[in-house]
């Protein structure tokens, strides 16, 4: 090839580019960002919308279908998923992959906004959220205190946040369970309807003197002032002046009527570390941002701040995400290493200047192709670590190759220069091949729609991009470095372990073929029964979708029936804190009562605020994959004994989001019947042994109290609808009138209400009275009272249509797959009311939105691959040659997972992939060199084991390095790494045996046109 010889021919400059590629690539590796897990961009976002003591259906009428509707509106909205529960409204939206994410997100905002002015005035908080893994929080902190008040642990909390926001490279500093403060105005009800003010009024005036409105300019000669108004609020005894009445002796102030005072909202989100009182403060991290250096400068942060903290308050790490991240990284360095070491050793047997020219393509491959990562915007992460290992023992098949045909020329008597354009030409086009086959093996991976496909895809392209770096390196680089190195004449025979593997070759391999060639059709014949024996395995092997992650936090998530409060919440979740106590494997545990930990996984956002939900995110001293998951186990059963409540121990797993292995959606807009039906789900699951777990969120209906009016007599007293709702909240929650701002910039709530202790309650109801049209003051309980009524617990809208899903987890040694196709069998046979359907959720729809859109990539893979293999063999036949070698790495790769109990995964597909295209480079080498010595004349049958013999040094040593490069990997037990390491050591074992003979047999049957009819 005319690179190779410009290679070789002109020393100074290959040295120089190289030498610059180097450079290039170590600046790469020590700048790319090291991170967990990928981060790429999903179009999507959730719309959280807070009203607190709204109930369900209002909030589905009032609040979810008029943000659907608006929503509905965009294009390209793939899905819509809402869900309805006490206070919360919450809108997920995702849109379809392939649209520009920043784009979607300003156009999902720009609707919510839109649609505001329509949502009640109650509402206390409305967020629109862009999906983000890396919304993660890096850092999550507690100031831990049993004696401090909430209003000194929010001061502390605060100035810590603050420090963190200044922290190059943090996108967001939070701080977590404190109550928000406020100023609150309890009024005197008794005064109020003595001085006959309705509560409208002192309403209205609490925040019509809090406007600030600019007076505009003035020019005064020859100067320009800007006139200022009366403006906002600048103390509390500004509020406490508001005037509510004049008469002609007097002004009754707000502060005759009211107590005025600093406060804060109601406790209903209750933290603690390891037991003892506790607020968070969590930081999250810029995109594209170096983890341990971000986490170097929140640390040192933390280190000062703590050095300022009272006696009686210490600062506490809950989550370290650069703990995980370096153990992971340094797990798989450490793989690659070892794997590094056994690629070396592998290669001994071409001697050591030939090794040494293997060593230097190693690490400028992997260079080159870090480079190439950092360049198109990835990070270091578990992913690319992986698909450089898996690279590893691919990149140097090109390298072996090269120097392998160059030191046989060597060994036949070539010159240097001569040796090195002749070998490297003889085998170019097997290279090219070979190389190009692979990526378009990879290519279904790079095309995988979804958000497991961008997640994902930087697996893949590791393997390309350093792939294509070693094609480069082998064919020019290999070729000048041998011209120069291999300059003694080598041994005839070689070295001592190459005249060592010859030997065996040729007293092994030699007869096994030449009694394979003699019984051509009882070969093919044990190899079809092989495959098919693999296959039958499949049943066995069972699916799955993606493995936990291994990593040492777990869940505990408590859920009481709908309608529990707080506090007995917080007594149950005490009662599961003392039994993680007395647990050896936890190292501490962070309780949240009302609401879920702050989001510590990518795919597992933090729980919106529930009375009735609590949350303990556990951290044990170390995860073991054999003993961890027996341990949670063994903690499920031991919570399961506590009564009365609904526990689930959840380890976190890879993958897009799922409510659990095993969810039936049931779709209906009658919620009785949907109930009826969810039960009887519910039922039929529960009866199947292997589910546990099980959710049903209409399990239970919830009871609330009704505020039943009298229409009549309203009407007949003057009294207005709207008035009565008011005063009725203003007894309970209380309304904001307005916001307190602050010289800093930062707002509270002035919040109007009736006097109270910590949270709402009845006390007040019989003061409560409402305005008539006259100005009288009319008692609430004369046109209104409270009645006990049925609610759901919960509603959820998929695209705008009601549904209930009932889940279920699968306890382990149990076959996801196999129970969800149980599953569907019983549900044929249970009668649905009209207009009733089911569908399944879960790892169904994952699988389904994972690879349903794969099939375009795969044809146009598969089509790729065979047209570099028409087009380097010119002949069908030689190309069926070549691709008949897939079915036997296939028999060891079934076997591998059947016999280490992993299951066909994601990952394991992977796999697969990646063993199609190690087994066609292998094969290309054979039926290549074939053709070339039939092409020199040499008899078929003759040609045929020739080149068996010739080609089976080169393809036992790719094969060994890449066993070598994968087996750390492999028996490492990672249920995300381990069960693709296995497929491809179990299938290059069995191609490795099975092919160098079926492969040859193949070619003898249906041997390609000679080299007069393909023009070769």
Same mark, same amino acid.
């Given at each position: 090839m005319k690179v190779t010889e410009f290679s070789v021919r002109n020393p100074q400059f290959t040295i120089l580019v190289f030498l610059a590629l180097s450079a290039v690539g170590w600046l790469a590796f020590s700048s790319i960002p090291r991170a967990e897990d990928p981060d790429p961009n999903f179009p999507g976002g959730v719309v959280i919308v807070q009203c607190p003591g709204a109930n369900?259906?209002?909030?589905?009428?009032?609040v979810a279908r008029p943000i659907e509707d608006a929503i509905k509106e965009l294009d390209r909205v793939a899905k819509l998923v809402t869900k309805v529960q006490d206070g919360v409204c919450v809108v997920n939206t995702d849109f379809e992959y392939g649209t520009d994410p920043d784009k979607k997100y300003d156009e999902l905002l720009r609707q919510v906004n839109s649609v505001r002015p329509q949502l009640p005035a109650e509402i206390q908080s409305i967020e629109v959220i862009r999906y983000r893994t890396t919304d993660?929080?890096?850092?999550?902190?507690?100031?831990?205190?049993?004696?401090?008040?909430?209003?000194?642990?929010?001061?502390?909390?605060?100035k810590l946040r603050k420090r963190f926001e200044r922290v190059p490279g943090v996108r967001q500093a939070k701080q977590w369970a404190c109550p928000e403060k406020q100023v609150r105005l309890s009024l005197d009800l008794d005064r109020l309807a003595q001085l006959q003010l309705?509560?409208?009024?002192?309403?209205?005036?609490?925040?019509?003197?809090?406007?600030?409105?600019?007076?505009?300019?003035?020019?005064?000669?020859?100067? /320009?002032?800007?006139?200022?108004?009366?403006?906002?609020?600048?103390s509390l005894d500004e509020i406490r002046a508001v005037p509510l009445l004049a008469t002609g002796r007097a002004t009754v102030r707000l502060g005759d009527v009211a107590d005025v005072r600093w406060?804060?909202?109601?406790?209903?989100?209750?933290? /603690?570390?390891?037991?003892?009182?506790?607020?968070?403060?969590?930081?999250?991290?810029?995109?594209?941002?170096?983890?341990?250096?971000?986490?170097?400068?929140?640390?040192?942060?933390?280190?000062?701040?703590?050095?300022?903290?009272?006696?009686?308050?210490?600062?506490?790490?809950?989550?370290?995400?650069?703990?995980?991240v370096s153990h992971r990284l340094g797990g798989l360095l450490r793989d690659f290493v070892i794997a590094l070491v056994l690629v070396l050793i592998t290669v001994l047997p071409l001697g050591w200047r030939?090794?040494?020219?293997?060593?230097?393509?190693?690490p400028l491959s992997l260079a080159m192709g870090i480079a190439a990562l950092h360049f198109t915007g990835h990070t270091l992460n578990q992913l690319t670590i992986v698909g450089l290992v898996i690279a590893l023992g691919l990149l140097v098949d090109d390298s072996i190759v090269v120097v392998e045909n160059i030191a046989r020329f060597r060994r036949q008597g070539c010159a240097p220069i001569e040796a090195a354009l002749q070998g490297t030409q003889q085998i170019a086009v097997a290279v090219l091949g070979t190389t190009f086959a692979l990526v378009f093996a990879f290519l279904p991976l790079l095309a995988l729609p979804g958000g497991s496909g961008s997640f994902i895809r930087c697996l893949p392209l590791a393997v390309v991009y350093t792939v294509l770096a070693s094609l480069i390196v082998a064919l020019t680089l290999m070729p000048f470095l041998a011209s120069r190195l291999m300059t003694a004449h080598e041994e005839s025979e070689g070295n001592r372990l190459l005249r060592g593997l010859q030997y065996v070759i040729h007293t092994t391999y030699r007869p096994l073929l030449h009694w394979c060639m003699k019984r051509r059709k009882t070969t093919l014949v044990g190899a079809t029964l092989l495959f098919a024996g693999s296959l039958a395995l499949v049943p066995a092997i069972g699916f799955s979708l993606f493995p936990v992650a291994g990593i040492p936090q777990f869940l505990v998530q408590i859920e009481l029936p709908e309608g529990s409060s707080v506090s007995a919440t917080d007594a149950l979740a005490r009662q599961v804190e003392a039994r993680l106590a007395t647990l050896p494997i936890v190292r501490h545990f962070q309780t949240n009562v009302g609401h879920g930990n702050p989001q510590v996984y990518y795919n597992m956002e933090a729980a919106n605020l529930r009375a009735n939900f609590a949350e303990i995110l556990g951290t044990l001293h170390a995860y073991d994959p054999k003993r961890t998951p027996a341990d949670l186990e063994q903690l499920r059963r031991s919570l399961a004994t506590i009564p009365g409540v609904t526990i689930t121990v959840r380890e976190f797993e890879n993958g897009p989001p799922i409510a659990a292995p095993i969810e039936v959606r049931i779709f209906g807009e009658d919620l009785t019947q949907l109930a009826r039906v969810a039960g009887d789900v519910e039922n039929l699951i529960t009866a199947i042994p292997g589910t546990a777990n099980m959710q049903n969120p209409l399990r239970v209906p919830r009871t609330d109290l009704q505020l039943v009016i009298d229409r009549p007599k309203a009407a007949l007293l003057g009294v207005a609808l709207p008035e009565i709702d008011r005063v009725a909240r203003l007894g309970v929650a209380g309304l904001v009138a307005t916001r307190y701002i602050e010289s800093d910039g930062d707002s509270y709530g002035v919040r109007v209400m009736a006097p109270r202790g910590e949270r709402g309650d009845l006390t007040a109801w019989s003061h409560l009275t409402v305005a008539s049209q006259s100005g009288a003051a009319v008692p609430l309980g004369q046109v209104a009272s409270l009645e006990f009524s049925r609610s759901p617990n919960s509603i959820s809208r998929f695209d705008r249509q009601r549904f209930v899903g009932v889940a279920a987890r699968v306890q382990p040694g149990f076959n996801t797959d196999r129970l969800t196709a149980e599953v569907e069998? /019983?549900?044929?046979?249970?009668?649905?009311?009209p207009g009733f359907r089911f569908e399944f959720g879960g790892e169904v729809e994952s699988s389904r939105e994972s690879f349903g859109g794969i099939g375009t990539a795969v044809i146009v893979a598969i089509f790729g691959v065979l047209a570099v293999l028409v087009l380097e063999f010119r002949s069908f036949r030689g190309t069926f040659i070549v691709a008949s070698v897939i079915p036997l790495g296939v028999i060891g790769g079934l076997l591998a997972l059947y016999l280490t109990g992993y299951t066909l995964s994601f990952v394991a597909t992977i796999g697969f992939i990646a063993l199609i295209g190690i087994e066609i480079k292998n094969s290309i080498l054979l039926v290549d060199f074939t053709n070339q010595l039939r092409a020199q004349g040499v008899p078929l049958h003759e040609a045929i084991e020739r080149a068996g013999e010739v080609r089976f040094l080169p393809v036992v040593l790719?094969?060994?390095?890449?066993?070598?490069?994968?087996?750390?990997?492999?028996?490492?037990?990672?249920?995300l790494f381990s069960p693709l390491a296995v497929v491809i050591v179990g299938g290059l074992i069995s191609s490795l045996l099975l092919s160098r003979l079926v492969t040859p047999v193949m070619y003898s049957l249906i041997p390609p046109p000679g080299p007069e009819k393909t023009g070769v």
């Open positions: 369900q259906n209002d909030l589905e009428q009032q993660v929080a890096l850092l999550q902190l507690a100031l831990v205190s049993a004696d401090a008040s909430y209003a000194r642990l929010d001061q502390l909390a605060e309705p509560v409208g009024r002192v309403l209205d005036a609490v925040a019509g003197n809090n406007i600030n409105l600019p007076g505009g300019a003035v020019e005064l000669g020859p100067r /320009r002032f800007n006139l200022k108004t009366s403006g906002y609020y600048a406060d804060y909202e109601d406790t209903e989100y209750v933290a /603690r570390f390891n037991g003892v009182r506790a607020v968070w403060v969590t930081a999250t991290m810029k995109e594209h941002q170096n983890i341990f250096d971000v986490r170097a400068g929140l640390l040192a942060a933390a280190d000062e701040y703590r050095r300022e903290l009272p006696a009686d308050v210490r600062l506490e790490t809950g989550f370290d995400q650069s703990v995980n030939a090794s040494l020219l293997v060593l230097v393509s190693i069998q /019983r549900l044929a046979a249970l009668k649905l009311p790719t094969t060994f390095t890449a066993l070598g490069a994968l087996l750390p990997v492999a028996v490492e037990g990672s249920g």
